[in-house]
């Protein structure tokens, strides 16, 4: 008897394959030409979102129409529980994905007649949150009160702006201490196990950062400088928030701390990107230049690091329009 498979197989080769087809194709090409964590997320948006809605459409009628329908449904009633829509960046995310599935059909020339140019998703901009420069002050006193690991986590991601996988997967060799520079050359994520067939495991893996500019040599600030000395001491392949070649603290445990840390400041309504966040806007009100900037926190072009991360606090706002009222 004829496997499924082989019959998925016969249908993309006469060029009239389903979504679904063209979309398992596509996730078993592109799965060694990715990263793991990559693949599964691929995987996931095929399978919770584009498979229940497009699978069995044909590709003669994936038409732009009915693309556009898919991203306006996302939109509005997207999430998996049913109870309101999808973010735009979630369904950019989805349609990317769309669009890469079809483009791989296309190269093995089936016909699909949507024309993905002509769709287009408004960029909304959420307000992120940024420390106050009071709030931030009150977060260095406590996290300088004493030369915990942890707290020096904390204090990468504020002063050097390194996202919260990144100083978790940092290790000593990370440092170096001569030339006072920092070496983000790896970071570390929870993603699910593949290997578990039908179930929903997951597991730690540490790979290489997410993009190429993100592998990045940052100059360590002075006294930041002082705290990493006391780390002088560990081995070259322990990591920095345990002391242990072996023993880590993931990224999911490492907000925990944060959240604990927030809490015994109370300090309210901030997640640990924001830590991110607020390097980035100090460094702009500071007059940092943005090339240096988008190279320091691993972007791949200026607009990016300016549009996405920058954010003019209001006593920043209020500076530059007194320096703009005549004298």
């Not at 002082?226 to 880590?248: C, I, N």
């Not at 920058?310 to 005549?326: D, G, L, N, W």
């Amino acid at each position: 008897m004829e496997t499924k498979e082989k019959r998925n197989l016969k249908l993309f080769r006469k060029k009239n394959a389903s979504m679904e087809v063209m979309a398992l194709r596509w996730l078993e090409n592109v799965k060694w030409n990715v990263k793991e964590s990559s693949y599964v997320k691929y995987r996931n948006l095929v399978q919770n979102h584009i498979l229940p809605e497009l699978g069995g459409w044909p590709a003669v009628r994936l038409t732009t129409e009915v693309i556009e329908e898919f991203v306006q449904k996302k939109l509005q009633r997207g999430k998996l529980d049913g109870m309101g829509g999808l973010s735009e960046k979630s369904v950019r995310d989805i349609l990317a994905v769309v669009k890469e599935i079809c483009l791989y059909a296309m190269g093995c020339d089936v016909e699909i007649p949507c024309r993905f140019e002509r769709i287009k998703i408004r960029n909304g901009k959420l307000e992120t949150e940024v420390l106050n420069l009071q709030k931030q002050k009150e977060l260095e006193q406590f996290l300088l009160s004493d030369e915990c690991p942890k707290k020096t986590g904390v204090l990468l991601s504020l002063y050097m702006g390194l996202r919260v996988g990144e100083v978790c997967a940092l290790k000593r060799q990370n440092i170096l201490y001569t030339e006072k520079i920092l070496c983000v050359r790896a970071t570390m994520q929870r993603i699910q196990d593949m290997a578990g067939e039908g179930k929903s495991k997951t597991k730690v893996v540490v790979t290489e950062p997410k993009s190429l500019s993100s592998v990045r040599d940052i100059p360590i600030p002075n006294f930041l400088m002082k705290r990493l000395e006391t780390l002088r001491h560990l081995p070259e392949d322990a990591y920095l928030l345990t002391g242990s070649t072996e023993v880590f603290i993931e990224p999911r445990t490492m907000e925990n701390i944060l959240s604990r840390y927030l809490r015994e400041c109370r300090i309210e309504g901030i997640n640990y990107h924001a830590l991110r966040h607020t390097f980035a806007t100090r460094c702009v009100e500071s007059g940092f230049d943005a090339k240096s900037l988008s190279e320091i926190l691993g972007h791949s072009s200026v607009n990016i690091t300016l549009n996405r991360y920058v954010h003019s606090s209001m006593e920043q706002k209020r500076k530059c329009m007194e320096q703009a009222t005549p004298a």
